[in-house]
């Protein structure tokens, strides 16, 4: 994959003019302002000292001036936006649509002639961004993700972003501030979340191809109850460049498609290195489309027993179909055992403690970029959080209020350090499902406990409505946290339903994933969402 270039600015002098894209020059804080800050964190100074500091700080802010004045590099946007504008409600009975466009990329390419909806929380410069959430209403980007560059350079259209939940924070499809997004098997059921919009508008035929994020099962989940494919690569395989953040070491982009074809092939154009993303320390990319030879012969599946029989979340027609789809693995050419990891019962605990206090640290403190990390950090998204999070507070949805009241409350009281212990953790859950997956190829589970459960009553209690935002994530989660790609496929139906099953490999193995699920969809016992034997 090509380095994507920057334009590269002069730096001013000290003291010179303004240019065009300046932040303006920092000021002196008052005397008033260091004192208070003095206080507040136990420094014991006195006004004379105060006014010798505030002095001293004249020379660093010199520095400050200068950055402030530099223009910054900027990524040119390459293809023409053509009939940006909102979704007419004729063309939108699923809520689905955030905003519409015609985006045509290169004339030839491996994606050429396939529509991608895209994700809500992914800047696509000169279309409208909100996130979910009316704290960032107003905010249209002026550059596209990596990943937005590729598939247009790929060949591909841009049709549009899907709505996705409020700031990405959720698993259902209830809590975005456009409203809720339907399910397109049963109107009344959830369509999953964070990616509710993008994976509702593939199954439903309105794109082939969608470009999403999942932090917790956020491409997983919907792909799930919608019925489709969606993949969550390797961490740091799908560069995130220009993509909000929620928390860093749990971001990974990704893709949903109808089908594997298509997959291997949208994998093939976003996978791979674009030296501005710090979640890329390693990175293999494939010709992926080239592992779909329908053959299983000597694949090894582990159906990984702990991801079964979830007390209050399982349902026995959701464990069932699973089992007996890896039967049908079997039946292919695959070698189908029972593994254990007992430490995937406390895995979705772990990933909980790294949500809460990393999401309220990157999101909330850092306004959505944090710092700390070095690539390319997209300003005008850092301003529209810090905008939005400081003059409209009170529009956050109650997920994310419960979310930053507990993360600040931790934090403080704590001082980090259930995050530390969690993210210790992770490393030795990593470890367990290497162990696993040192015995076999993949791991085999159900996507979700459950299917597509009913969305919930506006009116009733948050006590009530709450926790169905991330009841179906104990199986989703825990990749999360380490990284393995993760990839669900449609692979059943029950009372009208889709089921999905999820695919686990070994970090950057990819391939084995979509090879599996290409046999599976050749036999034709379930393609795009409709069962069709």
Not at 131 to 147: C, F, H, K, Q
């Amino acid at each position: 994959m090509t380095k994507d270039p920057l334009s590269l600015p002069q730096m001013p002098q000290a003291g010179s003019a303004a240019g065009p894209m300046a932040l303006g020059s920092p000021e002196l804080p008052s005397l008033e302002l260091l004192r208070s800050l003095s206080d507040e964190l136990g420094l014991a100074l006195g006004d004379s000292d105060l006014e010798a500091y505030r002095e001293l700080m004249r020379g660093p802010l010199a520095s400050f001036e200068v950055v402030a004045q530099a223009d910054q590099p900027t990524r040119a946007v390459r293809y023409a936006r053509e009939e940006v504008r909102p979704p007419r409600p004729e063309e939108n009975p699923l809520n689905a649509w955030y905003w519409k466009c015609s985006i045509k990329g290169r004339a030839e390419g491996p994606l050429r002639g396939k529509r991608v909806v895209v994700k809500d929380n992914i800047c696509v410069a000169g279309v409208p961004m909100m996130n979910g959430s009316r704290v960032l209403e107003g905010y249209i980007p002026d550059v596209d993700a990596t990943v937005v560059r590729r598939v247009l350079d790929a060949g591909a259209e841009i049709v549009g972003k899907g709505v996705c939940e409020h700031l990405s924070s959720g698993g259902s499809s209830f809590t975005s501030d456009t409203g809720p997004v339907r399910n397109p098997h049963d109107p009344c059921r959830s369509a999953g979340g964070s990616t509710s919009g993008p994976a509702a508008l593939v199954a439903n035929g309105e794109a082939e191809l969608a470009l999403g994020t999942d932090q917790g099962g956020s491409i997983r989940i919907p792909s799930s109850w919608c019925g489709v494919y969606g993949l969550k690569p390797t961490y740091g395989l799908v560069p995130y460049t220009g993509i909000s953040s929620a928390e860093l070491t749990q971001d990974h982009a990704g893709l949903m498609a109808a089908n594997t074809t298509d997959l291997a092939l949208l994998l093939e154009a976003v996978a791979g290195e674009d030296h501005l993303d710090p979640r890329q320390p390693s990175c293999r990319p494939e010709e992926y489309s080239r592992a779909l030879t329908g053959n299983l012969k000597g694949v090894r599946v582990g159906v990984l027993e702990e991801g079964f029989g979830w007390p209050n979340a399982s349902q026995d027609d959701v464990d069932r179909a699973v089992r007996e789809a890896a039967s049908r693995l079997a039946n292919l050419g695959a070698q189908v055992t029972r593994v254990s990891v007992a430490l995937h019962r406390q895995a979705h605990h772990i990933w909980r403690v790294i949500n809460v206090e990393g999401r309220t640290t990157l999101m909330f403190r850092g306004r959505g970029m944090g710092t700390n990390w070095r690539g390319y950090y997209a300003l005008g998204l850092h301003e529209a959080y810090a905008r939005g999070f400081r003059d409209r507070p009170h529009l956050l949805s109650e997920p994310v209020k419960l979310q930053i009241l507990l993360g600040e409350a931790l934090q403080r009281r704590y001082d980090g350090r259930y995050y530390a212990r969690a993210q210790n953790l992770a490393l030795a859950l990593r470890q367990a499902y290497d162990e696993a997956l040192a015995s076999v190829d993949l791991l085999l589970l159900p996507t979700t406990p459950m299917k597509a459960t009913a969305l919930p009553n506006p009116e009733s209690p948050m006590v009530e409505r709450y926790p169905r935002n991330l009841e179906m994530i104990p199986n989703t989660s825990p990749f999360n946290v380490t990284g393995h790609p993760a990839l669900s496929i449609p692979c059943a139906r029950s009372q009208g339903l889709p089921v999905g099953m999820m695919l686990v490999g070994r970090f950057f193995e990819e391939s084995t994933l979509l090879r599996m699920a290409h046999a599976y969809e050749a036999e034709g016992i379930y393609r795009f969402g409709r069962s069709v034997r």
